[in-house]
Structure formats: C-alpha cells, structure tokens
C-alpha cells in the first residue's frame, strides 16, 4: 500500500505563493534543463477549435529530483463569457524511482500560473537592464496581473501601464495591481506609446495576429512574450526577432512549432534551421546574457515541462511541512 497526498486548490494556494523562493525554483528547473540530463518529451497538445479551447499535457524528468509531475492543463478562452476561468488543471506527482503515485494536485491551474509568471521573472533576471524601471503589461487577465507582480520581484519596476482590447478589463486590473504593488499602475489605450516609454514588456494574451510591433522598440528594451504557446498563436510581429540584438527561447525546438519562432520562421525573416542560446544556458552562465544596456532582448516562453516537475515538487514539500491535505491509503 502507498500514501498519497491530496491537495486542494485552497492547500496549494495556502503553501505555495508568487515570492522569490518560487521564482528561484523555477530559475533552478532553467538550469537542470541546460545540462542535457533532464528527459523531457514534447506537449501533448489537443485544440479543441468548436469551443475555443486547448489541453496541453507536460512532463519532465530532472536527476536529482525524487519525484516527476505530469500536467494536464485545459485553456478554454470563452469561459469568462459563463463565469467560469479560462484555465483549470491539475497535476500528479510520481516517484522517480518507482513510478508510483505520490500525490494528486487539484490546483485548477493555480500552480501553472506560479510558475509561469515565476519564468517571466527569470526571463528578466537575466534579459533585461538591471535599472530597469517601467513595465508595458500587454494583455488583461489573470497572467498579466501576476507578470507584472513577479516582475517586480526582480527589478525596480516604480511604474506600469496595461493595455488590452477590452479597456475595462484593462482599467480594473490595473486598479487592482496599482493596490497590491504600491506603485503607480493604469491602463492605457494607445499601445505603441505605452511600449515605447517601456523598458519592459510582457505580452500576456491568446493573439493569433501580433499585437506588438517591431517599429514600437527602441534600444534598451527586454520583451518576454508569454502566450504563443500553440500553433496558432502570435503575439509579436515577426520583424520583432530582427530587431532584437538577442532573441532567448525557453526550448527551442518548441518555439521553432509553438513560439513567436515559429510565425518568424513561416514569415520568412528567420531560417528554418537558426541557431538561438536558451534562456536555461544563460540561467547556468554557460551563456551569456544582455549584451550590453542599448540591446533589444526578446524571450520566447512557451512552457516546459522541467517548469511544471519543480512547481509540484516544491508545492508537496511546502504543503507537507504544513501539514496540509488529506492522505489516501491507495
């Protein structure tokens, strides 16, 4: 017989917070991955296109790591129009050595958007300018509220401006993040202006037509696109890469199918078979990062699996330490 843990979204939330020990953690799964001994197979993607909605399921295997999670992870993007979320989820942690279930984490997508706004703050740990001030939030929803808060774990960001499609949406999260962060947060209705006096910018939205212009940057610049995660997805206008001085994907073979790499290489303004540092590379100083304070600095963040085994790990042993959820007999 085998215990396995049971959590709940509300024992998850409880242990695991958007803090600098999460962003760490998932600077930590960056690194595992550049070394070449993590085994991590490509996304399970499903589109279901009749409702608007996507299931991914990844997975990863990290030495070193007792356990691995595989994570099942539905998008469904007309959700908010029935008064339920786009995205919900779980994920199963297993024993790496004996592949027996260990414990089962309802988060409804909770912990992906941990560790998804936690990438976002490790793409500009390393990517963008260390006095970086300013942040453009592209995109209205849950992520671009927790990108701007996780930015702001790693650089003095004293200002931000959000931009979406729907203003009022736009208006209200900025209220909202403008309460939570202390610092001076509104929506705005032209974006070209709002990314230009930006020195930092994360697109945050499903687009599948670009919604950041390559004409709208200047020198100095870090962009980290978040939501290209699928086929048809496109937040970034396939000139953005050109003008980019370092171009940092999280894996490259996935943005080649997934990521902004892949509109640019169907574009034509990036070969089929170019060569780009992953971000786990720099993270490990095998490589390294900014050029130089004039440089514009593009991540390309499609979501790994190494991302979702270090989350789970790290929620089990913060929810143990507290005690918290329930135990089964299997």
């Known amino acids: 017989m085998t215990d396995i843990k049971i959590l709940a979204e509300n024992d998850l939330r409880a242990a695991v917070a958007l803090d600098i020990q999460a962003v760490e953690c998932i600077e930590q799964a960056f690194a595992a991955l550049a070394t070449g001994d993590v085994v991590m197979p490509p996304i399970?993607?499903?589109?279901?296109?009749?409702h608007n909605g996507e299931v991914d399921v990844k997975t990863a295997y990290v030495p070193g790591l007792d356990s691995f999670a595989i994570k099942i992870s539905p998008g469904f993007f007309d959700n908010p129009k029935l008064g339920l979320p786009s995205t919900s989820g779980l994920m199963v942690l297993f024993s790496a050595k004996t592949g027996m279930v260990e414990a089962l984490l309802l988060?409804?997508?909770?912990?992906?958007?941990?560790?998804?706004?936690?990438?976002?703050?490790?793409?500009?740990?390393?990517?963008?300018?260390?006095?970086?001030?300013?942040?453009?939030?592209?995109?209205?929803?849950?992520?671009?509220?927790?990108?701007?808060?996780?930015?702001?774990?790693?650089?003095?960001?004293?200002?931000?401006?959000?931009?979406?499609?729907?203003?009022?949406?736009?208006?209200?999260?900025?209220?909202?993040?403008?309460?939570?962060l202390d610092i001076p947060?509104?929506?705005?209705?032209?974006?070209?202006t709002a990314v230009a006096e930006a020195d930092v910018i994360v697109t945050t939205t499903p687009a599948t037509a670009p919604v950041l212009k390559a004409e709208w940057l200047r020198p100095g610049q870090h962009v980290t696109a978040m939501g290209s995660d699928q086929h048809n997805k496109n937040e970034l206008e396939p000139a953005c890469l050109t003008r980019a001085d370092l171009y940092v994907p999280d894996r490259l073979?996935?943005?080649r199918s997934l990521g902004e790499l892949r509109a640019a290489i169907e574009a034509g303004v990036v070969a089929t078979d170019a060569e780009f540092t992953e971000l786990g590379a720099i993270v490990s100083g095998r490589m390294t990062g900014r050029p130089d304070g004039q440089a514009v600095t593009i991540a390309d963040l499609t979501g790994t699996g190494v991302q979702d085994t270090a989350i789970a790990t790290f929620a089990r042993q913060r929810a143990v330490a507290l005690n918290a959820g329930t135990d089964f007999i299997n």
């Open 44 to 50: 399970l993607s499903l589109a279901i296109e009749a």
């Open 185 to 192: 947060v509104s929506a705005v209705t032209d974006a070209a």
């Open 253 to 255: 073979s996935q943005t």
């Open 107 to 180: 988060d409804n997508g909770y912990l992906t958007d941990v560790r998804t706004a936690a990438a976002g703050a490790v793409a500009a740990k390393h990517l963008a300018r260390s006095d970086a001030s300013s942040a453009c939030i592209i995109g209205a929803g849950t992520q671009a509220g927790l990108q701007l808060q996780a930015l702001c774990l790693v650089r003095p960001i004293e200002r931000a401006t959000i931009w979406a499609r729907d203003q009022d949406k736009a208006a209200a999260t900025a209220r909202r993040m403008s309460d939570r």
